[in-house]
């Protein structure tokens, strides 16, 4: 079946840096990726919705600047926390559709990445 | 508006019968999912409505209720290893995005 596979399962890094999450579609091209982060016990909330060749479309709220998304080819959508701070740590998964799956609109998740800014 | 609602917590026994509902208010619908959440790890995918009824897979149902805006998942003769959080979710809109219930997290005892 279709596997995303996400890159790094977890990282610490120091208040005011940069971390760079990648997601790969492994054996299927996703024109769409989805960008989630989620609190402890909380549900996830869409971040951005990442299309292939073209920009990001954020949700309200997201900081586009402090968030960069590419999706420069089919397979590959990186995430950028920039600046990275405290409040900033968190598990941030993406997803990805093939649309060669007609059902369930062929979301498969990456295995996620737990941030922590200290 | 869009609204998801779900139980926020349930408890039950193992080998017992529990279901989980959700209620929905979109605008759009292009079905519904049930997603199992163990804690520290991404969602894995449960199931898919589209059409009212009742679909079912192994020891897990969904039933789907479009006039009602109404789901429920079924998790029958239940095992310690389904304590999880469940997650409702509909889709919505033209860019096929899920907008996510807040989770229902099981919690199941021996």
């Known amino acids: 079946g279709a596997v995303v596979s996400q890159h790094p399962s977890w990282v610490i890094c120091k208040s005011g840096t940069s971390v760079k999450i990648e997601c790969r579609s492994l054996?299927?091209?996703?024109?769409?990726m989805f960008w989630y982060r989620q609190f402890p016990k909380q549900s996830l909330m869409l971040m951005a919705t990442?299309?292939?060749?073209?920009?990001?479309?954020?949700e309200q709220g997201v900081e586009k600047d402090k968030f960069l998304i590419n999706h420069a080819s089919l397979t590959l959508s990186t995430l950028t926390v920039t600046s990275a701070h405290p409040e900033d740590s968190s598990f941030y998964i993406c997803?990805?559709?093939?649309?060669?799956?007609?059902?369930?609109?062929?979301?498969?998740f990456g295995s996620g990445t737990r941030l922590t800014v200290v | 508006g869009q609204n998801i609602d779900q139980p926020t917590e349930m408890t039950a026994t193992e080998g017992a019968i529990v279901q989980i509902n959700c209620t929905y208010q979109?605008?759009?619908?292009?079905?519904l999912f049930w997603y199992q959440q163990h804690a520290g790890e991404a969602p894995t995918f449960l199931s898919y409505?589209?059409l009212d009824g009742l679909e079912e897979k192994g020891r897990f149902s969904s039933f789907l209720s479009r006039s009602k805006g109404y789901s429920y998942l079924l998790l029958k003769e239940l095992q310690m290893k389904d304590s999880a959080s469940y997650l409702c979710?509909?889709?919505?809109?033209?860019?096929?995005?899920?907008?996510w219930g807040l989770g229902t997290s099981l919690a199941v005892n021996p």
């Open positions: 409505n589209v």
């Open positions: 990442s299309n292939e060749g073209s920009k990001a479309t954020y």
């Open positions: 054996d299927f091209q996703a024109t769409t």
């Open positions: 979109t605008s759009g619908f292009n079905g």
């Open positions: 979710a509909v889709g919505a809109g033209n860019n096929r995005k899920l907008i």
């Open positions: 997803s990805a559709r093939d649309t060669g799956i007609r059902s369930n609109y062929g979301y498969t």
